[in-house]
Structure formats: C-alpha cells, structure tokens
C-alpha cells in the first residue's frame, strides 16, 4: 500500500506543497463565484463580528455543495486514461482517494506525481477481475478511511473486438469477471462502508455500447448494458442507506484502451462523421461529470446513465450535402 501527501483546501489550487515557504495559494473559479453574492448581500447585522459568521456560515454551506473536502473515494484503474483523469478531479474537489491497477511501476510512478501535486492519494496493486484480490483491496480501504467510504468508482472496463461467433469460452469469461462480475462484487463489499459513510455515490463507467450496437461489440456492449441496468436497480435498492447510484457512459475518449483501433485515418474519419462535435473526447470530460455525480450539489440524482460522447448516441440523419 502506497501513501502520498495533503489533500488540497476547498477553494484553492495547491500546485505546490503547501506547507513550504514559497507557497502562494491561488483562488479557484469557485470561491469566486462563492463570494460575490456573499459580499454584495444587503442583509448586515450592527455587530461585525455576527456579519463574520454570517458570511462564514453562508460561503460554508455554498462552497460544500461543490467539494468533497472530508469525502473518501476508491476509484478503480485509476493510473491511466479516463481513471487516472478521475482520480484527479475527485483529489482536486478534496477528497481522500485509493485506488488500483495492475502494473506496479506505474502505480508507484502515478503516486509520486500526485504527491508533487498535493493530492492525497493511496494505492494498491489488484487485478480487480480475481475475487481474493477484491477483498484485499477492501480490507485496506476499509482499514485506510476507517470503515467508511463515500465515493465508489468502479472504473476498470476492457474490451475484446470480435463477431460474437468466435469468441472462446476463455475470453467470454475475461471479459465477463473483468467488465461485470468484478463491479457487481465491488459494489457487494463496499456496501457497509457506504452504508456506514451516511452519505455514499457509487458511479460506473459504462460505455455508448451499452445503448446502441458497436461493430465488434457484442459481449462489451453486453456487460455495459448489464452494468446501467445495476445502476438502476442500486439507486431503488441502496435509496435508504443514502447511497446514490449513476453511470456515465462515454463514446470515443482519447486513451491507451483505443489507441490502437484510432491509429487507422479510416476508421478515425467515420467516427468523426458520426460524432456531432466532430471530435474525440478528453478523459477530463468524463472525469467532470463523474466528479459532479459524487458532489453534494447532485444529491437528488440517482439512478441515471448519463452518455459523455459528443452527441453520438442522440446522432439522427443530418447528410452533409443535402
Ligand atoms: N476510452 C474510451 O474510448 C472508452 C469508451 C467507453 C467506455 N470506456 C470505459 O472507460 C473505462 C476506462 O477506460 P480507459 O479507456 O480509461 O482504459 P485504459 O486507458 O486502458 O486504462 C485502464 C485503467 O484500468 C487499469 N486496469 C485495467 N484492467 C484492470 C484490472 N483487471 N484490474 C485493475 N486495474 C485494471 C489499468 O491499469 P493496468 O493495466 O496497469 O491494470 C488502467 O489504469 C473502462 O471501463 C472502459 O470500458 C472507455
């Protein structure tokens, strides 16, 4: 288990150590917005100091909405791509996070650049699709964040392109226990700690597959499909223990999963054609919505699949030429 530094302080960006003498804290976009109304109010009680708790009061309650300042999260595979770009965003909103892969060397590598960074970031080495390894990691964030965890990301997904008719036994199994079966478990063991959080979001990544047919598809999509439907089902299930339950679903998002499928001009033209912004995505894109999901400020969203893809999966007939 791997330990880095501080978590950075609502309302500021920590580029630094913030402890070192060379420090200067700079004001985020959001304190800014946060104190404005505060200031202009014309609400003023006679005596300054009852004005000073008013105003701290009220920049408390606006500026928790939009942190996860005392929040703990697991996010799985959170060394490269659209993990590592969650892991990120989660840190920077101030929360606590552990999270898990498969290669040692660039854990230790993530962990140190999030260390220079500021962030508070934990890791462990697992391969989440082997059920003892599951528990092991469960063990640890429970004895980390001490049996409590507000934020599960379950982020690790793979993919296997091929027609359906001739994928082995092997790979349906690889690919169910990586893409499903190690979601559905994950979520089976950090129920006491969300429960026992008082205030638990569990976000999934799914994928457009799992809405419309993708060449090649067929078991990913499967998995993705099963996935926003145990989406649902958590949101109805989990709604008493406080325990809200979304996905994302992203389209083409720049990372090592599909670089290779995007090296062919072709293929990068056609999905370009199909996608209404014209482009690919950024892991940062993704990451936004996953964070807004795990923040106060969505406390009465649950159980919805929310696509990240350009427009894509709303993508009709619109003909160039015509
Ligand atoms: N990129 C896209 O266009 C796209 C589109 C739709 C949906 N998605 C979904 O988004 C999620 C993330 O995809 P990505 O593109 O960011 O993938 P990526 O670039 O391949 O990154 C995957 C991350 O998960 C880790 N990982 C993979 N298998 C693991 C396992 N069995 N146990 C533990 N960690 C594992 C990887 O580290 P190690 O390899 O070292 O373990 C890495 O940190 C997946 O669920 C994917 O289906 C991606």
Redesign the pocket.
């Known amino acids: 288990m791997k330990q880095a530094l501080i978590s950075p302080s609502p309302g500021l960006i920590h580029t630094q150590n913030p402890f070192s003498s060379s420090f200067k804290p700079q004001l985020n976009t959001h304190s800014i917005l946060f104190f404005k109304p505060i200031a202009s109010s014309s609400l003023q009680y006679r005596s300054p100091i009852l004005n000073q708790i008013r105003t701290m009061a009220l920049s408390n309650i606006k500026s928790n909405r939009w942190s996860l300042q005392g929040m703990t999260a697991l996010v ?9 770009a969650i892991v990120e965003e989660v840190g920077g909103l101030g929360a606590r996070v552990h999270t ?4 040692e060397n ?2 230790d590598k993530a962990l140190v650049d999030w260390k220079s960074l500021g962030f508070e970031v934990s890791g462990s080495i ?4 082997i059920a003892a390894q599951r528990q092991s990691l469960m063990e640890t964030v429970s004895s980390l964040f001490d049996c409590k965890l507000n934020i599960l990301i379950n ?5 296997i392109r091929k027609p359906m008719v001739d994928f082995t036994a092997e790979e349906v199994s690889t690919l169910l226990a ?2 499903f079966e ?1 979601v559905f478990n994950l979520c089976q063991l950090a129920y006491p700690l969300l429960k026992t959080s008082g205030s638990g979001s569990v976000v999934f ?5 799992g809405f419309v047919s993708l060449k090649s598809m067929s078991l ?1 999509g499967a998995t ?1 499909g099963a996935i926003n439907q145990l989406t649902r089902n958590l949101a109805c299930e989990w709604a008493k223990d406080n325990i809200r339950s979304n996905a994302v ?5 720049r ?4 670089e290779q499928v995007l090296s062919s001009k072709e293929y990068l033209e056609e999905v370009y054609s199909r996608t209404p912004l014209g482009r690919l995505g950024d ?1 940062t894109e993704v990451s936004s919505l996953v964070a807004f999901l795990c923040l106060p400020a969505s406390s009465y969203i649950t159980g919805q699949i929310i696509c990240v893809d350009g427009g894509m999966s709303v993508n009709g007939f619109y003909p160039t030429n015509y």
């Open positions: 799985t595979g959170g060394t490269r791509g659209i993990g590592r898990c892969s498969r290669n660039e854990l697992c391969d989440v699709s982020n690790v997904g793979t993919n990586t893409n190690s990544t799914s994928s457009v597959s990913q993705k679903a992203p389209w083409y998002i990372t090592s999963m599909v892991p």
